[in-house]
């Protein structure tokens, strides 16, 4: 199947996921996860980083889009976008992410991957947050919501990861 297929395919059911499903799921006003993100994540390493900021901004702004939220996953969205190649190289190396075309569980590992991931659903999680409440006086709410989150989110992307994983590996060994 062609790359480009699966990123569409990824894109589109993401965000029926995240539109349909875990925009209903609020607890107590400290959990809210946001699974779409883990699209940006996934893109491939060599990937230009003007396509990049501009795919942030399209899937933040679909977001918004659906969920009345006037640039708040957009700003959250591409600020995560520009930062996801610093979180690589800081990760990885460049030597590591030449070799291979996408970041995945099963190519780089589940210590690898979790830090990448955790990294990025921090960055977007803090930034949406502070963007919604804007006040420094609500930090401690702020912190406390991104800390409750980005643990409900970073569980659900490991999830789907390890659902994922285990299909591509017996694809791989049918090939062999």
Do not use: C
């Not at 893109?43 to 230009?48: A, D, Q, S, V």
């Not at 075309?101 to 960055?123: A, D, R, T």
């Amino acid at each position: 199947m062609s790359r480009y297929l699966i990123n569409t395919l990824r894109f589109i059911g993401l965000l029926a996921l995240q539109l349909l499903v875990l925009n209903y799921i609020r607890i107590n006003g400290y959990i809210n996860p946001y699974i779409y993100i883990l699209f940006m994540m996934l893109l491939p390493f060599g990937i230009k980083g003007w396509v990049l900021l501009l795919w942030g901004f399209v899937l933040g702004y679909t977001v918004d889009v659906f969920m009345a939220t006037p640039g708040l996953h957009t700003g959250a969205t591409v600020l995560m976008a520009f930062m996801r190649p610093t979180i690589i190289r800081m990760s990885s190396g460049a030597q590591q992410s030449e070799n291979l075309f996408e970041p995945s569980l099963s190519k780089m590992g589940i210590n690898w991957f979790f830090s990448y991931s955790l990294s990025l659903v921090v960055i977007h999680h803090f930034a949406l947050f502070f963007l919604e409440s804007f006040s420094i006086a609500q930090i401690g709410n702020t912190l406390l919501r991104t800390l409750y989150s980005v643990v409900f989110t970073q569980a659900i992307i490991l999830l789907l990861m390890f659902m994922f994983k285990s299909g591509s590996k017996s694809a791989e060994r049918r090939a062999l």
